[in-house]
């Protein structure tokens, strides 16, 4: 017994001394993270006021999501290059390393863009899994906050990635106040906009835009005047040494793995609206969809999932600036206590998730958009039918929570190890995993969503559809505990030129 104790002690910090480092570095990260999801909340609250609102914006931040989690991958591949150079204090290398990294972001959110303002309307078609059945007003709102949205997305490539570099160096709470002024102007504007002005949805994407140009300016304020070392010159992004180059390019197979399994993760969503098309979660007449449902459930649990946010950063501060400054024992330490600490906190935002999942159903405010477009599409339903429908659409977003506050923890778990194992350097390993775990998990989704729900079967309940899905995690949970023991991830990736080209 005392073996297990002292084996479990490992995996939580060593010394009140490093309790307090690693939550001084945490909770500003998870702050600013909570407000920039309080940014989406904000939009999201504000959309159920607008007929077919909150449906609309779920097609449309689809696409979001999906640039969001590309662009994220190059600070999985960069942060472990940057982490070990700034370690290192070698900043002539670290300043071309942030050039590629804005570079990057940038042309991925411009090669979004372009598609979207030719064919935005067919790109929300194809979200909603061709559902027929759906109100074409919500069609065309979706798609016109679409084009404009895309504004957004080129502001947003370039403050994204420039406040993951504040973290990794630890100036997490110049992000937070970052964050906090994108959350004031958004529900300023938005506020005018859909109560003084009564405006529609497309109103709340000029909201997102203004609140990130202001935010993404303080960023620059700040680098110029406290540190130039973390600064973006767009004027020297040709300069780039032969070493930065092999380190970025030969991790192009990698991105585009982890690229595959990113956008796995979101075609998550098309998927579950083709199982669950409009009519098809209670009596058809009740007009019900995933769409519906998740829209609702991804509000609150991005809130929650914030945690998250910190893993990278810590990562990088903790074990891969150990790692450039080639203190191996103390990244292989820091990287075991990060798990236990990240899955702490992982814990902690999953039982107030799932304790607000008791009053959800009371939230009848949130289902008013919905609300406003049952009558519009079905005129003649009675008062105990639309109270019935909002009640089948509070209780599946109820228990749609509690499901993804139950594996919360151990989602943290094994994206602590798959961030750990990408900082010495081992990311074709992790995009490998990612990116079969990403195409396997959406064939499961289409057994759930179609073998279930087929016209010779009776339908499996949306929520517990919900919880089958994520109980294929529990696979990919092992998977990474295998691979961390298998593979010496631990390397100094700036002296270890041989074996860094992965």
């Known amino acids: 017994m005392t073996k297990v104790w002292t084996k479990f002690k ?15 570095n ?20 504000m959309s159920t006021n607008i007929e077919g609102g909150n449906q609309a914006l779920a097609y449309a931040n689809t696409w979001t999501e999906i640039l969001i989690g590309i662009i994220s991958l190059t600070t999985i ?7 070990q150079y700034f370690g290192k204090k070698d900043y002539k290398n670290v300043s071309e390393i942030i050039n590629l990294r804005m570079l990057f972001s940038f042309f991925i959110a411009l090669s979004f863009a372009i598609p979207t303002w030719i064919v935005s ?62 959350l004031l102007i958004n529900i300023l504007l938005n506020s005018i906009f859909i109560y003084i002005l009564n405006k529609g949805i497309v109103f709340l994407a000029y909201s997102t835009i203004v609140s990130n ?30 070493e930065i180059f092999v380190h970025f390019f030969s991790r192009w197979l990698s991105f585009i793995l982890l690229s595959i399994g990113s956008v796995a993760v979101s075609i998550r969503f098309v998927i579950w609206n083709i199982g669950y098309p409009t009519g098809t979660i209670g009596l058809p007449i009740f007009s019900l969809s995933a769409a519906n449902i998740l829209g609702i459930t991804g509000m609150f649990f991005n809130i929650f999932w914030t945690t998250f946010d910190s893993i ?28 236990g600490f990240h899955t702490l906190l992982a814990i902690c935002m999953g039982i107030i998730l799932f304790s607000l999942s008791f009053g959800i159903e009371k939230m ?20 105990v039918e639309i109270t019935s429908a909002i009640s089948i659409f509070m209780r599946n977003i109820k228990w749609s929570l509690r499901t993804l506050s139950l594996f919360m923890p151990m989602f943290i778990w094994f994206i602590t190890k798959n961030r750990v194992i990408c900082s010495g350097g081992h990311t074709l390993e992790v995009a490998i995993v990612e990116s079969i775990s990403g ?10 969503g179609d073998i279930f729900n087929g016209k010779n079967h009776s339908q499996l309940p949306f929520a517990w559809a919900y919880f089958i899905f994520y109980l294929s995690d529990i696979v990919k949970f092992i998977i990474y505990e295998i691979l961390e023991k298998k593979l010496n991830w631990a390397r100094n990736i700036t002296i270890n030129k041989k074996t860094s080209k992965k």
């Open 26 to 45: 945490s909770l500003p990260i998870i702050f600013s993270a909570m407000i920039f999801s309080l940014n989406s909340f904000v939009d999201n609250f």
């Open 213 to 242: 140009i202001v935010s993404f300016v303080f960023v620059i304020i700040f680098k110029i005047i406290r540190d130039r070392n973390v600064l973006w010159n767009p004027f020297k992004f040709y300069i780039l040494s032969k």
């Open 312 to 339: 990278n950063s810590n990562v990088a501060v903790f074990v891969g600036k150990e790692l450039g400054q080639n203190n191996i024992q103390n990244a292989k330490n820091n990287a075991k206590e990060l798990l």
């Open 77 to 83: 591949v960069g942060s472990a290059i940057f982490a």
């Open 10 to 24: 490992t995996y939580f910090p060593s010394s009140l001394n490093k309790w307090n480092k690693y939550l001084l």
């Open 121 to 182: 309307k067919n790109m929300i078609i194809a979200i909603s899994g061709f559902d027929n059945n759906i109100n074409p007003l919500i069609i065309n709102n979706a798609s016109n906050y679409l084009m404009l949205i895309t504004a957004s997305w080129l502001i947003n490539s370039l403050w994204y990635t420039s406040s993951m570099i504040l973290r990794e160096t630890h100036h997490g709470f110049v992000s937070f106040i970052s964050s906090v002024l994108s």
């Open 439 to 448: 195409l396997l998990q959406l064939l499961w989704l289409w057994i759930i």
């Open 364 to 383: 009848t405010f949130l289902a008013k958009g919905y609300k406003l477009s049952l009558i519009s599409s079905s005129p003649n339903l009675t008062d």
